[in-house]
């Protein structure tokens, strides 16, 4: 364990240029959440290139039925105390809901993030007009961004549950028109979850920034599940697209060093994993 630090603590800095050559040298980019700076620290000695302190933390640590009720400041105090236990992993945070209303909050809430909490990214669901209006405004201010298309947890309730997206032929050409409309933007990666993987292998190749799935199919640039699903400690039923890694392995830090190599060698996803 003390060689695998050692190993791991020369790695560079995974940054906005690192992912882009990653797409283009054709690596799946591997990603997870974390919510503390404990398992930030195993996921940094196993190799993985971006952690995520989503919202999903008040599903899986606040454990609310939805992402709702996190709160600006649940996520500032969670994304510093994962950037304690990372340093050449990259830290994304998400913006929670209804920071995103308009440009003004999304820029108070990405300088706390970023400037307070520690994040190298903020993240930020959907393609509406408003949100393209806000990618623009964060990256004019050199804060990067990645976007969040498909099913969008913080829509919830208007998409009547965590349901499938774009499965018909107009639902997916407007959530391709959407990927396309945030890459315009200037958002720096795109992560779309709960789509066909027809679909997401088409947003993938039409894109030239890298595409991240979460039960988008096996096509994307990388892949990211929440880290509680891939551990099999999720209370519940855990979602079909993820896998529970931590079975036949004696420790989390080789749970997430499977993961991460069966998204490297193309493993993970398997066909169970995803719609068709």
């Not at 454990?63 to 510093?80: K, R």
């Not at 970023?114 to 393609?127: S, T």
């Not at 623009?136 to 998409?159: D, F, M, N, W, Y």
Request: charged share 20%; hydrophobic share 45%; proline share 4%.
């Amino acid at each position: 364990m003390f060689q695998k630090k050692k190993q791991n603590s020369k790695r560079k800095r995974v940054t906005v240029l690192t992912l882009r050559a990653m797409k283009a040298q054709k690596q799946p980019i591997v990603m997870l959440t974390a919510y503390d700076a404990s398992f930030a620290r195993q996921l940094e000695v196993a190799g993985i290139d971006v952690v995520l302190v989503g919202d999903s933390l008040g599903m899986v640590v606040q454990g609310h039925s939805n992402t709702l009720p996190v709160t600006l400041e649940h996520m500032v105090y969670h994304t510093a105390s994962v950037a304690r236990g990372v340093s050449a992993t990259m830290l994304v945070a998400d913006l929670p809901f209804m920071t995103d209303r308009d440009l003004s909050h999304a820029l108070e809430a990405a300088k706390r993030l970023v400037g307070e909490a520690g994040a190298a990214m903020v993240k930020v669901e959907g393609g509406a007009a408003h949100v393209l209006t806000i990618i623009e405004g964060l990256i004019a201010r050199g804060i990067p961004v990645c976007a969040h298309l498909g099913l969008t947890p913080q829509s919830i309730h208007k998409l009547g549950g965590f349901r499938l997206q774009g499965r018909e032929l107009e639902a997916a050409e407007r959530v391709l028109t959407e990927a396309r409309a945030v890459e315009d933007a200037g958002a720096d990666i795109l992560v779309i979850e709960g789509i066909p993987a027809s679909l997401g292998e088409r947003i993938s190749q039409a894109l030239a920034i890298p595409v991240i799935g979460i039960g988008a199919g096996p096509h994307c640039d990388g892949q990211v599940l929440v880290l509680h699903d891939m551990l099999g400690i999720t209370h519940g039923k855990a979602p079909g697209f993820s896998k529970n890694f931590l079975l036949g392995h004696d420790s989390v830090t080789a749970a997430i060093e499977a993961y991460a190599a069966d998204v490297r060698s193309g493993t993970f996803p398997g066909p169970e994993h995803y719609s068709r």
